[in-house]
């Protein structure tokens, strides 16, 4: 069952810490060029970091899930970085917990829906209608829910976001409250929140 195992690793994720760096080396190494090591990251380099002077100005985070199998995120990786603007993301993650950096920062992948969302069902949608779009906000992918797209994410995906979420917003200067779940502000998959179980956890580890 879902809720089960989505609770299970939500647990062993406020158990996790990172291999090694505080978050102030963290914060460096967010702000390096190039292919750097990330303690407790596994780093698939597709495309590296240019100055972070010359990077889109990113101000905010989209967590996607993909309705695809284990060993997707790799491939869907693979294709954006072959063509950057295609419809996907800049940030994939394997289900074994892998990170595919697939897009040169500076260009603009296809993602998003418009912020079409204006409900407030997960959020209050005043600022996110029409305001968080692909323009301003940088997309991580997230792979793995496929055939039940209602499976949360791994042990593995949370341990890494718990580090990648840190990076994201301290090489962009991201605030906390401006990681957002693609179903908070579009309309998507009526089968299940889009994203929404990871940055939940993002807001709640907090700064």
Known sequence: MMMPRLLAVILAALLITPAAATDAELAKIARASGTPDIP?????????????????????????????????????????????????????VETDGTVYWAVAENLVPTHGDGANRNDNKYIDNRPTYRQVVRDNSIGVEFAGNYPDVATGPTEAQ???WKILVKVLRARYDIPLDHVYAHNWIDYKDARYCEGCWLATLARTWGE
Do not use: C, F, Y
């Open 158 to 160: 949370v341990a890494a």
């Open 40 to 92: 407790g990251l596994k780093m698939v380099w597709l495309a590296p970091w240019g100055d972070v002077r010359s990077a889109h100005p990113w101000r905010n985070i989209i967590v996607h899930q993909t309705e695809g199998p284990a060993g997707s995120a790799r491939g869907g990786a693979v294709e954006q970085s072959k063509n950057p603007r295609r419809r996907g993301v800049t940030v994939w």
